[in-house]
């Protein structure tokens, strides 16, 4: 995630400067062919200009605000997941009477969840915080944070029992179990579910095709001057499908994705200073973006 | 549901190529019309496409909203589905001290829940899974999924009573259950409520009023390229219409469906696997497509 | 709720022939005028269509996104009277050991609530299912549902004294009726606001206004075509106008209003096949409207 | 609140009244000015009217849109007051066994916040209502909704330790009063919190501008009847104008209000009868405004 | 926050007056190169003005509506926080049986979460309401706030235990401080997540463009009166442009931010009146700004 403005704007910049040269290239193209070999058939009435625009700003506007909330779905939720633990770590502390090893296996669930969602290996963070017993009990699990709920409950359950703590408190702390395992589903749907392909590929076409014609239609009216006007139109367009193809897959490894290795550094410091162990530092971000 | 963009664009193109082929045949048909045989009442001001234009954008932007939501609310509730079925499995595991009978029997609800979405027969998933007592137990049921939850309320009762479970702690496994009842009834009712009929039916029918006077408004001015330009923006809008039918029935057995049959699967996998029992791999998407 | 593409089709034509009509009469009027009498007062520039039809677009798009709203929002509350009424089911064969008093009593509850709501007298259904000594309770009460559900209370309340039933168990049933309550609410809210006056009024006379002068600017160059292009445009708007008015009262007894009849069948049955006594049979669509 | 359609109508109309007299005016100004002293520089080409008028649509429909949604979030807070003292009501009867004076204090809620949030002046209803010793729990306490909701929880506290009622069953019930505290939070964040004043103050004024400079840029083409189409747009504006602003205050005493009298009442009709007291009648609406 | 209509025009005024004379002095410099140098250049036929106003359109409703969704989702959180610590008070006074040490301590807990939410401190603020004890439990913590409500949960746990509190009971409380955390959860992740990149930086671009090339493209039909006509379209976009920005930062401590003194201090008198002890007063306006 980009947190520097100024930053950002370069990035974006170099981003698009692809685009940006083949745009001018194709207008610089099309009035060079106009005014200098003038192209008879080129010489037609205005194409249909408006009416293409009119469908494209339909798709662009759905498609972004469509890929805008995935994006912010996907933030809310890894919220969700540090509200929880957070509240996690205070149940331990309070209800079950304070209890170290809960509360790092707790931290290491958010490791494990940025692990499976980014498709990365994060078994590192995982076994420097979770305890010995519950390392073995998640071994060969297709499903590593959720196995690490399983085995969260396990824990609770067991000291719950030991301390004979009353049922209903021990119930608080079961819900809370149950809405991280809502949490963690809702991220599994996003990142399973891919922007429908109506949405994910059509808007860029749909764009490409409107850049192809756009100076087609102006260079008659705007001569020399069409690369001006074709291009700033064009890069418009261009920008906007790129908002949206930026911020379609929220837990890609780009500048544009989720800062899940922040989130998590968070929520474990939070969970370790909790229960009076020493902490890492915060992750600072780095060259304007967080991850 | 359909999993890689290229085979996606493939399938998208296949199923468009019909009407694209209709809408070149006609445009073609009116430019012949008008530039060989030259008919006098084509030589008409243009008609009123702008107008006609703007109110298929509404209610195209309207429907295509609509049906998305009605995707995506289907696809939160079936991710509710497998959250609270794991939620489930973790408090069978701890709360009532492990019953690999209950967790089987939850691994059949949602076959049983996508047989009845789908109105498909998922009976044999159903009898692998849940035991002969339940299996007695929901005969005859209008309802099967719910009379499964119904059946897994009683056993989680007789098991609670049996290891005198404190009533709070049962009271969180009954909670799970309600949520699933919950998400259940989410999804009967967008299957169980069609898009309203005038935003299922009326779209396709403007649109192919607007593309069939299309090439009429163009063809005085655009003459032989006409088919280029209408094809063009008529292919827009018919993909625009084809999004929207596409997405609004989310449990039909087409590619643009729910992939039921998987998430099931995810579930099961999860359940069976967190009582220590072998599980079936997961499934892969069969040529780009989850089902 | 028209739940048959066919017929919804037909119906929707039927109600909407007179308007078309009546546009189709002022158009051939117009026309009419302009070419034989040739109205001098009619040689007039163009008037404001456009800016007229991008606040009509705005109206309609407001007033209609609202309309579907509020429909979707009622059919989704009647879900959730679904919904819990089935986990009343569940909790009261399982928790409270069976009572099929209790469930033929939440049977009961639909029903009074579908009287309520549509303002017809469903008392008959009540009486069929609800116990005498409940039906006592509820005379002289001004909301029939809510007292229904009073009395519900009243018999999980005695019932789980007399089995000596945990009080967090007894907790989860209670809170079952207080969503139960706030489900009703929502419904009743829904039914007691109509849609502020100035979207339920306003878009028809926006939409009439426009369609009187929509062939006075038209004639001038459409000439004798001038009711085809003018009619078309009006149809859409008279359609879009006719969406909204449909939509925006759910609990009306139209083709268009909520199927509250099926509901209320659908969640007797339920109850009544979880206790074990017969059930009639589930409600068919007649003529392709479900009611 | 509105409920009824004609007199609506007529409300709408007459405080349109002077928006539109106004109107007219300028307009025939303007083409008196331009037809008869025939100032030279008004013949000037067309000003920007589409672009201004796409600006103020973009305004408007933002503005009009949140205002609504407050509206609607309003009307759905209040819902839930009264969905919360109703369960309330059930609770108060069955898990405390019947207390009538509990019930009363409850009814006596909805009029202290309706005049909390309207600033009028409804003690007569809360000391008519609330028992003598909450009166003086009350007593000075800045705000009186808050106060009396503490002293319910007290009430409640004292019965069921009286009755030695289950903690589970008593947390049900301090779980409303929590409900009904975040319906209070809500209200005051919408009263407390005016439409960003860019919202509340910019539509008027570019609708004004826009309306001066209407027919200015018609009176060269349409001549004469410039005061009918100019007139007509403008009023259209307006209109959107007017809805917005009658929206954005929901607990304004104006006809566009919500109903907070009839409300209140209705909730203290349904407590009161719950426990078997004499309830007032309902509020029927003044002149189609219910208040 | 801007409360006084009045005020807040002139605030706006004030803060846009630079734009505005930017506008104007650019329109003027064209307009006098065109008339008086005349540079032949300009001479051009219109911009491509309408298709990059429709881009803009889109870009600005984009951003327009995230931001405004931003600010009202953060004002709904502290909304939360607000009824929260309202219902912890209640449960306090009640089931606890009061402990005002207890209440001042909540008390301190919205001055802290603002002073990290705004980078602010106010540390004399909580150490002014927190005890003692509490302040020691804090020290040295990343995330203060969190930390409070850790503590809030310390003093509940002891004085339940003290007071032999039923389980379900302390779990109602534990329950609220659960919410308490997800509110400043929600609040942390909109002040931790700024707006998209590319929708705080290009709109102002692309509106920036906008402006320069408007008079360019109007000058040859408006001649002298062009910078009126710019001035006016541009200023509407520069406005809207505005409003995004001013909304984008709900936590800066500026006449657009967030009042979140007056909410903490509006939950300081609540709690402190509902234990009985000297509350300060309400905090004013000032020169109609809330802070």
Redesign the interface.
């Known amino acids: ?3 520097n ?1 100024r930053i ?2 370069w ?2 910049m170099r981003e698009s400067l692809l685009s940006l040269v083949l745009l001018c290239a194709w207008d610089v193209v099309v009035v060079v062919m106009f005014q200098i070999y003038h192209q008879d058939w080129m010489e ?19 498609r ?3 890929a ?1 909330n995935r ?1 912010w779905e996907a ?2 939720l ?3 997941v ?3 633990s ?2 996690f ?3 331990v ?3 079950l009477r304070g209890s170290p090893e809960l509360a790092r296996a707790m931290a290491a669930y958010p490791h494990a969840l940025r692990g499976a969602l980014g498709r990365i290996d994060t078994m590192e963070d995982v076994r420097r915080l979770l305890p010995e017993e519950m390392l073995r009990g998640i071994e ?4 590593i944070p ?2 690490i ?2 085995q969260l ?2 824990g ?2 067991a000291r719950a029992r030991a301390l004979g ?8 702390i ?5 809405d991280l ?2 949490a ?3 991220l ?2 996003i990142r399973n ?2 922007l ?7 808007p860029k076409l ?1 764009a490409t ?1 409107f850049c192809i014609i756009l100076p087609l239609s ?1 260079v008659q ?2 001569g020399w ?1 069409t690369p001006l ?2 291009s ?2 064009g890069l ?2 261009v ?2 499908d ?2 949206g193809s ?2 379609q897959e929220p837990f890609a490894s780009t500048p ?1 994705g989720m800062p899940m290795r922040t989130i998590a550094r968070t929520i474990e ?2 969970l370790l ?2 229960c009076g162990e020493a ?1 890492p530092p ?1 992750l600072a971000a780095v060259r304007g973006v967080q991850n």
Chains 1, 2, 3, 4, 5 share one sequence.
């Open positions: 995630m980009i947190v403005r950002g704007l990035i974006l037609q009435p205005t194409l249909p200009i408006s009416l293409i625009g009119s469908a494209l700003v339909l798709f662009m506007s759905f972004n605000n469509t805008y994006w933030r809310t890894w919220g969700a540090t509200n929880n957070r509240s770590g205070r149940q502390g309070t209800i060969g699990r297709a499903n959720a196995a709920l399983f409950g396990l609770v359950d703590i009353d049922g209903a408190l021990q119930g608080q079961d819900r809370i179990l149950s395992s809502n963690q589903g809702g599994e749907r579910t891919p429908a392909i109506q949405f994910s590929v059509l749909v095709v102006m009216t705007l001057i006007g074709s700033l139109v418009l367009f920008a906007l790129k908002i930026d911020l544009h410091i939070d200073q909790s902490a915060a």
